[in-house]
């Protein structure tokens, strides 16, 4: 599974971004998908993650009721809506694809992963 993930850019806190994250390749087996992020001298760390059919989505506690993940499974793409930014927000921003469970937050169950895309908030 190869993974392209875009939409990233510059934003003043309060803003909104929207990430999306195309996958090609062996699409046909059932995967979640999930984006994480990576902040300057930080470990990368799980930020939302979504379900094969979309009906289950968990939520870091640092994005919940701000971000909204979605997918579409006719075009193979993974949505990130980011609404009322933060400067700690800052990050670039990964997306991933497991054959495994959605729920899982160990960025090392992910097998595939996007290039990233830079998210910046500025205060």
Do not use: H
Not at 1 to 22: D, E, I, K, P, T
Request: charged content about 15%; proline content about 3%.
């Amino acid at each position: 599974v190869q993974l392209q993930a875009s939409g990233g850019g510059l934003v003043q806190a309060g803003g909104s971004l929207r990430l999306s994250c195309a996958a090609s390749g062996r699409t046909s087996r059932p995967y979640a998908m999930g984006w994480f992020r990576q902040a300057p001298g930080m470990e990368r760390e799980f930020a939302v993650t979504i379900s094969w059919s979309g009906s289950s989505t968990f939520y870091a506690d640092s994005v919940k009721g701000r971000f909204t993940i979605s997918r579409d499974i006719g075009k193979n793409t993974v949505y990130l809506q980011m609404n009322s930014l933060k400067p700690e927000d800052t990050a670039v921003y990964y997306c991933a694809a497991s054959g495994g469970s959605y729920s899982t937050t160990r960025t090392y169950e992910w097998p595939y992963w996007g290039q990233g895309t830079q998210v910046t908030v500025s205060s």
